[in-house]
T-cell receptor
Framework: GAVVSQHPSRVICKSGTSVKIECRSL??????MFWYRQFPKQSLMLMAT?????????EQGVEKDKFLINHASLTLSTLTVTSAHPEDSSFYIC??????????????FGPGTRLTVL | SQELEQSPQSLIVQEGKNLTINCTSS?????LYWYKQKYGEGLIFLMM?????EEKSHEKITAKLDEKKQQSSLHITASQPSHAGIYLC?????????FGTGTRLKVLA
């Protein structure tokens, strides 16, 4: 149980286009989902916390207009990288906490999405 | 804000050797998670430690939590090439989940 999927696993796009990444909890409901970014040879950095039915909470330094997060249901959160540029190329990972939990509940991680912006 | 520092940053060991990875917190630890990540892939949950002095084992991997030292250690016995990857500790910081700096492990056959 507690499986989280991400789609797509890899995406290559041209500079200036927008890319949407989906994060789904397959067998549980997730009130809270988290989006992380990982640069090569570095650890994961929390970008934002996504709560179902409300606006996401962004970490300091993360542009909310650049990285649009929508948590429309208890099983789906999306991250849209708008007007992508080469510096947005990275590995994006989402995680989900069980319903009713938040950061104090164990998180289940998706397999990640590698974004390459040409 | 709380930070998790891992040591060493990278490690190369010969197959069959034992090794230890440490995760030190700048603040009190309320639970500590260990994950493994293969390059370019998602995180694999290894184990969770919640109480001071707690020790858990899974196959050849053992993790301990020392609350007084605000530290956790991950020990691999008789390492194998399949153990290679990035090991990350994680914990609940102030209002958010945080990850350690990571340890890259390479096991030579």
């Amino acid at each position: 149980g507690a499986v989280v999927s991400q789609h797509p696993s890899r995406v290559i796009c041209k500079s200036g286009t927008s890319v949407k990444i989906e994060c789904r909890s397959l067998d549980f409901q997730a009130t809270t989902m988290f989006w992380y970014r990982q640069f090569p040879k570095q650890s994961l950095m929390l970008m934002a916390t996504s709560n179902e039915g409300s606006k996401a909470t962004y970490e300091q330094g993360v542009e909310k207009d650049k990285f649009l997060i929508n948590h429309a249901s208890l099983t789906l959160s999306t991250l849209t990288v708008t007007s992508a540029h080469p510096e947005d190329s990275s590995f994006y990972i989402c995680s989900a906490a069980l319903e009713g939990g938040g950061i104090y509940n164990e998180q289940f991680f998706g397999p990640g999405t590698r974004l390459t912006v040409l | 804000s709380q930070e998790l520092e891992q040591s060493p940053q990278s490690l190369i060991v010969q197959e069959g050797k034992n090794l230890t990875i440490n995760c030190t917190s700048s603040k009190t630890l309320y639970g500590l998670y260990w994950y493994k990540q293969k390059y370019g892939e998602g995180l694999i949950f290894l184990m969770m430690l919640q109480k001071g002095g707690e020790e858990k084992s899974h196959e050849k991997i053992t993790a301990k939590l020392d609350e007084k030292k605000q530290q956790s250690s991950l020990h691999i016995t008789a390492s194998q090439p399949s153990h290679a990857g990035i090991y990350l500790c994680g914990s609940v910081g102030t209002y958010k989940y945080i990850f350690g700096t990571g340890t890259r492990l390479k096991v030579l056959a």
